[in-house]
């Protein structure tokens, strides 16, 4: 497959009164046609502000793209003016956003904000575009869409009104949709059936997608790859059958062993990270997750990693990648000792798996 999105040393800095925040500082990947991209971090990592730049939707000020190449589709979209970049934001390029009822305007009907940009960017008559709008509604599992097109976001429930964004993102047929968070405030079952929804969308229009979560479960179930971002950078990057099969990285680890696992001793206890993220203002020299690294060596405190191979198709920055499984063994092991009987100790799991991973699954019914 060839690439759809090549995203090349982006930096996006903000200009502050108590100094520069670096919220995205050399970040690169790759996106292949119809796949399906997880972007994972703890809140504030720069998933969200690296998504609004690849959209160009950064405020400025305070924010600044100051470095970087992003190729869409064989051209630099951070280099087009901004008519050009408007036709491509929601034409070919979508986003959902993080919470749909500020994303929804309150005073105009869903019927507008479906129709407008179909007529924009598809030339449709404002006839075509209702009827157009009417079959995504329906697309998208809402009830009676003839009649619910013509109401406001706030007659909506929050699932049905993520359920309207969907539909708006696949409006105008993009190559690509950026979800950020895009279950954020829905209930358990209400998140798997729109991420069930979002991803046989994808597949049966064979749009490329990038999911931005916290959620791990979310990544193991839907995404192809993943990259984990960790104080503006990815600090890993793979198949996500090998990401949580094989981390190599003590973030990634430390994320992954901080989810409630069934496949454990009832003793066991959920292992936190540690610590807090680094100030993007005044990041430590070397490694910035030193701080909160059990497996730290002398020679993070003053050189940066850079991410480097560590397997097929997997990439670390991390000095101690190679042998970061034999360490996991041991803090496992020791845990099954003070924990669990000798038993358990001798027949402790692997600390990751993919299979470990709860992520929920998609169950009848929607929210009112």
């Known amino acids: ?216 479960g979310v990544v193991a179930r839907y995404a192809d790859r993943v990259n984990i971002m960790y104080a503006g950078k990815i600090i890993e990057r793979g198949s996500a059958r090998e990401i949580y099969a094989n981390p190599r990285h003590p973030y990634t680890v430390g994320l992954l062993r901080s989810v409630p696992r069934l496949d454990l001793p009832r003793r066991m206890r959920l292992d936190p990270i540690e610590g807090q993220p680094p100030d993007l203002v005044n990041l430590p020299p070397g490694c910035s997750f030193r701080a909160r690294c059990r497996w730290a060596i002398d020679k993070c405190a003053t050189d940066i990693p850079e991410l480097a191979p560590a397997g097929e198709g997997h990439l670390s920055a991390c000095f101690r990648a190679e042998e970061l499984g034999d360490l996991i063994k041991e803090v496992v092991a020791d845990e099954a000792r003070r924990f669990g009987t000798d038993a358990e100790a001798e027949s402790a799991p692997e600390p990751v798996a993919s299979e470990a991973v709860a992520s929920e699954e998609n169950q009848p019914g929607e929210d009112g």
């Open 1 to 216: 497959m060839t690439n759809i999105l090549e995203v090349k040393d982006l930096q996006t800095y903000f200009f502050t009164y108590e100094g520069v925040v670096k919220a995205v500082d050399g970040v690169s990947y790759e996106l292949e046609e119809g796949e399906t991209l997880g972007l994972v971090g703890e809140s504030g990592c720069g998933k969200s502000v690296s998504a609004l730049s690849v959209m160009r939707l950064i405020p400025d000020p305070p924010g600044r793209i100051i470095n970087g190449e992003v190729q869409f589709e064989d051209e630099d979209i951070l280099k087009i003016d901004m008519n050009d970049m408007r036709r491509i934001r929601g034409g070919k390029i979508a986003m959902v956003f993080q919470e749909p009822m500020t994303s929804l305007n309150p005073v105009l009907t869903v019927e507008k904000q479906i129709t407008e940009t179909l007529e924009l960017h598809m030339g449709m008559s404002r006839a075509e575009s209702r009827r157009e709008g009417v079959d995504l509604l329906a697309r998208v599992g809402i009830p009676d869409p003839d009649k619910r097109i013509k109401q406001y976001p706030h007659q909506f429930s929050g699932g049905m009104r993520q359920r309207v964004m969907i539909a708006m993102a696949l409006s105008c047929n993009p190559r690509l949709i950026i979800a950020d968070e895009p279950t954020t405030a829905l209930d358990v079952t209400i998140q798997a059936q729109i991420l069930e929804l979002m991803k046989s969308l994808t597949t049966e229009f064979g749009v490329a997608l990038i999911i931005i979560t916290h959620n791990l």
